[in-house]
């Protein structure tokens, strides 16, 4: 695949012309524009998967219909490549289809010859949302589509940006991020200095094949829980999500918490718990304890509300250890308190 190589500016701002901005929505999803003339979507940024895919008119399943899907015969940019791919991710959802070639716009930037997923199987869990598709922002050669090149990498190898950097910043829903250009933005290229303080901490990649860093301690309320392990960095995601056993850890330390039959782990939705820290590169990145708290209100249970910590036991899931236990973890959104993440390539 074709790179442009650069040398990173740490310290870039938002007013280079070589910078791009998306505002975000506070439905996790923004808009993206195929085609010519162009067709708009809205699309999950996904650190955690690297395809790039939307509903096509041959998607005829009842909530599919409901979307918006992709039309290759309106657009006079369209070349067919016909790649087969089939995404199943975490949470069981499977999309399928083939590949196509057309003009991508995210915001002002135009990307030729984009390749993306146009599905005829969409059962994902955003469509039941109302969300088109996703916008991988992952490597490309952990992509299910083999020698595929990402729209960050297009962006790169067409020069619209010069630096490799992918970052965050996430509004507050408890802040006003349900508001008009208040649910953060995703910056290509650089970052806006004008949404964070201090200096940012740098972490290694411990994975070629996705945005996973190594993490030396978490503790709740100050107290060390004596885990350590890889975690992966997942925008596609609202959730820390662990295994079984590190989740008991977890919500061991929370007031009130409880596990509830057929609803998973919920806590007080005015939890008095500690602030959870993560320790990384010798930096701790601070979780507000109400930021535990998933705005759900459990019926049976008053006052409770789900936790933001979620389980799973998948095999694919990468090492966390405890003592001398050997468990399972999976994905981790690790914020800063400004909530600005920030990725290198």
Known sequence: MSKVKTTLDRNSTNS??????????DLDADTLYIGTPVQNFSMVFDTGSSDMWVPSQACATPTCLTLIRYNSTVSSTFHAEDKAFNIKYGDGSNISGVTGL?????????????????????????????????VGLGFGRAANVKSYTTSMEMLLAQKTILQPIVSMWLGRQRMGGSNPGSGGAIIFGGVDTTKYIGNFTWAPITDRNAWKIHFDAVSIAGKDLHLSGDALIDSGTSLIVVPTKVASIFHQQIPGAIEAPQVGWILPCNTSA??????????????????????????????????????????????????????????????????????EQ
């Not at 602030?275 to 590169?281: C, K, P, Q, R």
């Not at 049976?300 to 399972?328: M, W």
């Open 102 to 134: 057309d003009r991508m716009l995210i915001s002002s930037a135009s990307i030729t010859n984009q390749s993306f997923g146009m599905a005829a199987v969409d059962d994902s869990t955003i469509a039941k949302k109302g969300v088109e598709g996703v």
């Open 16 to 25: 280079s012309p070589n910078i791009i901005s998306v505002p975000l929505q």
């Open 274 to 343: 500690g602030d959870l820290n993560f320790t990384i590169a010798g930096q701790q990145f601070r979780v507000p304890a109400e930021e535990l708290v998933v705005l759900f209100r459990i019926p049976g249970y008053a006052e409770y509300c789900k936790s933001a910590i979620d389980v799973t036991d998948s095999a694919s899931d990468v090492p966390l250890r405890r003592k001398a236990d050997i468990a399972r973890f999976n994905k981790a959104n690790i914020p800063s308190g400004h909530n600005h993440a920030i990725e």
